[in-house]
């Protein structure tokens, strides 16, 4: 009985992690839950129910499951990485940043931790600190790991809220070379022109944009904007509409 116990659980393990591929969030808990069943304290299958509670809007739940597993175990660093991405969805910027930083001074290579501990000090109104924590990111990226395109996009949408509109531009432009299906990425290329009254140009992202996600509003929102610019009316109030129907289905904050 034990041996069949214990080979349950990483059989239970691989499918949960089969159907996270597959976008299945609720059958992958139900996979996890068979292999703690085996194995309560099994750390990989805890962050991973955390990160399923979490993705499944079950955010208290996921907090003290990966809180759990932080305690028991300080040097978790997947675990204090999830734990980080949910409290700063919460709202919890502070916390949020200390796992980050946890993470970093044991590891100040990883370039996903200074990327999303740039993100939680700009919740957290420290914005020097921010754009230096994405400054960072981005260097650990520049000639390895060049598929990852979120420390430029991240840095080009923060610089926009501070007026740095040409600096977002060309890093959301490296962020788009880096991942060209990413519609978020050509969405604030086109931004950053619409802000520096480039509308031609605008036209030409935030199309791209729209093709990339049919359903992502944002850009239609501009659009709309871009075209009543250029004098096209039509088809501004065509971009509009389509705008306010795409932002009623959409949720509020994406995970």
Request: aromatic share 8%; hydrophobic share 45%; proline share 5%.
């Amino acid at each position: 009985m034990a041996s069949a116990a214990v080979s349950s659980c990483p059989e239970a393990l691989g499918t949960a992690r089969r159907l996270v591929a597959e976008q299945n969030f609720a059958p992958a808990l139900v996979a996890v839950e068979r292999c703690l069943s085996a194995e309560p304290l099994e750390s990989a299958a805890l962050v991973l129910k955390g990160n399923l509670l979490y993705l499944l809007g079950r955010d208290a739940e996921a907090m003290a499951v990966l809180e759990g597993v932080v305690k028991r175990e300080p040097e978790n660093w997947d675990a204090r990485y999830a734990l980080g991405r949910v409290y700063y969805f919460n709202q919890r910027p502070d916390p949020s940043a200390a796992q980050f930083e946890a993470i970093l001074e044991a590891h100040p290579e990883n370039y996903r931790a200074w990327d999303n501990l740039g993100l939680a000090r700009e919740a957290g109104g420290k914005i020097p600190e921010a754009i230096a924590a994405h400054v960072r990111a981005i260097a650990l990226v520049a000639k390895q790991h060049r598929e990852y395109d979120w420390a430029h996009a991240n840095l080009a949408e923060l610089l926009m809220k501070q007026d740095d509109n040409r600096k977002a531009f060309s890093l959301a432009v490296e962020a788009a070379e880096r991942n060209p299906n990413s519609a978020r990425n050509f969405y604030l290329a086109g931004k950053a022109l619409v802000r520096l009254e480039q509308w031609a140009k605008a036209e030409r992202w935030l199309t791209r944009s729209s093709e990339l996600d049919p359903a992502y509003p944002e850009p239609r929102y501009l659009l709309a904007q871009v075209f009543r610019r250029l004098g096209r009316e039509a088809e501004a109030e065509q971009e509009r509409k389509r705008f306010l129907e795409l932002k009623a289905k959409a949720p509020d904050k994406k995970r």
